[in-house]
Nanobody
Framework: QVQLVESGGGLVQAGGSLRLSCAASGSIFSIRTMGWYRQAPGKQRELVATITSGGSTNYADSVKGRFTISRDNAKNTVYLQMNSLKPEDTAVYYC???????????????WGQGTQVTVSS
């Protein structure tokens, strides 16, 4: 089994910063893409940012220039540095990892349990 554990969420004022972390553990042979998604109340889950094992990144337009995704492949951990936070960034943030558990099986997506980020105005 594979577990993703997120940390770093909380309450912050507009203009502030937070850093999210997500560590993957368990039966892992390789991790391809890792990423962050978010879901605000009454809205669909949306992409925030992704990063490949080689370091290529992709961001939602709404967070470009404010958020930075990074990863430590040796630790199977992905980070999201969030600066200049806005009230509209308030959501539950979920970590996603595309994992190959052994060399003979295919790739599957695994999700974390989510961490709440609340930005007050």
């Amino acid at each position: 089994q594979v577990q993703l554990v997120e940390s770093g969420g909380g309450l912050v004022q507009a203009g502030g910063s937070l850093r999210l972390s997500c560590a993957a553990s368990g039966s892992i042979f390789s991790i391809r893409t890792m990423g962050w998604y978010r879901q605000a109340p009454g809205k669909q889950r949306e992409l925030v940012a992704t990063i490949t094992s080689g370091g290529s990144t992709n961001y939602a337009d709404s967070v470009k220039g404010r958020f930075t995704i990074s990863r430590d492949n040796a630790k199977n951990t992905v980070y999201l540095q969030m600066n200049s936070l806005k009230p509209e960034d308030t959501a539950v943030y979920y970590c996603l990892a595309n994992v190959q558990r052994t060399i003979v099986v295919g790739w599957n997506d695994y999700w974390g349990q989510g961490t709440q980020v609340t930005v007050s105005s």
